[in-house]
């Protein structure tokens, strides 16, 4: 049986999310599917990219054949790199800044303007 690692379409018109998936390669794109691995949401910014890097790293070495929108994410992530055993395995993954809350920010603020006004 050919197994590919192929992303599985969910979401809304124009919303898409996406998940990556062991699927047999006769199967359609929705199809049924043996195992997900992770999750890829595009519209966010920067993109969100989740995978299992220890469920890639076996589906990968059992013959698994990631299709090109796969290949692509496994770089990204460092999978593919950790699976050939070339350099560079932490990838090149963005992460969100942390937000700080509007709470946090707001005593900030006001302990650096009463801070300059005892000051003076």
């Given amino acids: 049986m050919a197994v590919k690692i192929k992303l599985a379409r969910m ?16 199967n359609r794109r929705d199809g049924r599917v043996i195992e997900t691995i ?7 910014n920067p993109s969100t990219i989740k995978i299992d890097s220890e469920r890639a790293q076996y589906w990968l070495g059992v013959g698994a054949q990631p299709t090109e929108p796969v ?3 496994l770089k990204v992530t460092g999978d593919w790199q950790k ?7 932490e990838g090149r993954l963005q992460t ?5 809350d509007k709470q946090a920010r707001f005593n900030e603020e006001l302990a650096k303007v009463s801070g ?3 000051a003076e």
């Fill in 83 to 89: 699976f050939k055993g070339l350099p560079h395995t």
């Fill in 116 to 118: 300059n006004a005892a």
């Fill in 71 to 73: 290949h692509h994410l």
């Fill in 11 to 26: 979401g809304k018109i124009r919303e898409p999310h996406y998940r990556v998936v062991i699927a047999d390669a006769r």
């Fill in 38 to 44: 992770g999750e890829y949401h595009p519209k966010d």
């Fill in 96 to 100: 969100k800044p942390e937000k700080v």
